[in-house]
């Protein structure tokens, strides 16, 4: 079997896993599968068209589209009728099941109408990511990875999340620890399973800093996407308000301008800190310079353990602008649930019972990628 052989056998274990595992899908149902423009730089055609063929192959009847990039009109209810989402939310009507490799699929991740259609939203962008550990450890692995983080998480005393820059953020997550309902975060199915639910912060106070780049977190479109910082800047937190920022004064002018625009853009609150996130998926990598494009970067990278992943700018999910903040310690309790990026999942009882179960998963931690995207190594 040649090279090109294997990244296909491999690239059709990765379809089925998102076919079957996460989809759903079985012989008879209608599938549509949506694909950005491949002209646009996010997604490549040929990762869509395999998806079809496999899905085809099961029986399943399929119609493969192209789609363009997003807009605003369905976050906005302005000239709904001609944003990407809403024609996409009306083209998938009559089917079973919807697949996005298309950003729009994000867009549409805090959609409540409800529907019958199952909509899943691929981050998986080509053919090599499909073949990747990205693309094929099993998704019910994931996902029990991510009820077990968020079961850790969700029934914690105090969190406190620092790095090596020197931020220190501290909360309570509830006054005694007990249990918590684990939220119902999106009603569009990510692949892979890359995330634990969002942490609101709204208790959470300290400082974080802040480096290299301030990036859209998906929901809306505007320009420009993404500021570059200079230096690294400190972003002062108390319970979930952005009180200061401290650092050189072209970059804390760089970024109240860039906070000026976009909350006046969509009238949003510019000082909330709304919520956090950080990887659960070491098989997340990133080969170009992010410097290239800051907003792609982060909307792939963001699933790898070694970046927690802030919402702020708006006090309704999920906020527009995102701060990402590299090899995160994030403990619970006391206790380091993340160490330096890298998740300790042999120290807490949840977590340990779903890789003792899974050994894909203890081997996918064993060996991580190491592509991240950050080609420049002068900042932490």
Partial sequence: MNASQSVEKKAREGAHNLLVNCAAVVAGER?????????????????????????????AEVELRQTEGPDNGFVDDSDSEASQAKKAKLMHGEFDCCIFFARIGDQLRFDREPTKVRRVMSYVSSLAELASDYG???????SELKHAINTVLLNAGEVSISCSLGSDLRGQMSPAGGNVTQPDDVTVLRFPVGVHAPIDASGFSGELKLARYLTPTGSRVYEPASIALDEVVGARVEHGRVTAYEGKHTDVSSIRAHYDHVA??????????????????????????????????????????????????????????????????????????????????????????????WPSLQRLFEAPNVEIGLLDKSIG
């Fill in 31 to 59: 599938v549509l599968i949506l694909c950005e423009d491949a002209r646009l730089g996010w997604y490549e055609t040929d990762v869509a068209k395999l998806v079809a063929q496999v899905a085809t192959e099961m029986g």
């Fill in 136 to 142: 094929r450890i099993e998704y019910q692995a994931m």
């Fill in 264 to 357: 006046q853009m969509f009238s949003l609150d510019a000082d909330s800190l709304l919520s956090w996130h950080a990887g659960i998926h070491p098989g997340s990598q990133y080969f170009l310079d992010a410097a290239a494009d800051p907003d792609r970067w982060s909307n792939k990278i963001f699933t790898n353990p070694r970046f927690v992943h802030f919402h702020t700018c708006g006090v309704e999910a999920p906020g527009e602008i995102c701060w990402m903040v590299l090899d995160p310690t994030i403990c619970v309790d006391r206790e380091p649930l993340w160490k330096v990026g890298e998740l300790q999942l042999e120290y807490f009882a949840e977590t340990k019972a779903c890789i003792s179960r």
